[in-house]
């Protein structure tokens, strides 16, 4: 039987934000090889839950002109719920069409722009990709 010394737990440790970060990483590279063109917010005090809008994003994804989206919930930093980082890869996609597709008020996309970047979009929405502090999917 092995006792648990320092050592044992510093190992342990980096270990695990070696894996952490490689996972990171991994997600960054298929983020940037996508062809996504939006990158909308959805912020709204009553998204509580990480995985509150799953079935409205699982069923904007099965639309015809959406061939891919991928979302990342990160807890607000008040602790009073949770806001979402998309990206979308869609034909024709507007503002009003995504609010309209998942049943939302304009004000609760606060942010919705054409990616300019794959590099930093994908910086951007896996930077708290570690623990329990982020949900993400992808269809």
């Known amino acids: ?12 440790n980096y270990s ?13 590279k298929f983020i940037i090889s996508q062809d996504y063109n939006v990158l909308a917010t959805i912020q709204s005090p ?3 839950k990480p995985d509150m809008l799953e079935d409205r994003f699982r069923k904007f994804s099965e639309c ?27 034909y024709k996609l507007t503002k009003d069409v995504l609010c309209y597709n998942l049943d939302l008020e304009p004000n609760q996309i606060p942010y ?8 930093k979009v994908a ?13 993400y999917n992808i269809y």
């Open 112 to 119: 919705y722009k054409p990616v300019d970047s794959k590099v």
């Open 46 to 48: 009553f998204i509580k």
């Open 64 to 90: 015809d002109r959406t061939y891919s989206l991928f979302y990342s919930a990160e807890r607000n930093a008040d602790l009073s719920g949770f806001h979402f980082h998309l990206l979308i890869n869609a």
């Open 123 to 135: 910086s951007y929405v896996t930077k708290y990709m570690k623990d329990d502090q982020t949900f």
């Open 16 to 28: 695990m934000n070696y894996k952490r970060n490689r996972l990171k990483q991994d997600w960054r």
């Open 1 to 12: 039987m092995s006792t648990i010394t320092k050592n044992n737990i510093k190992n342990y």
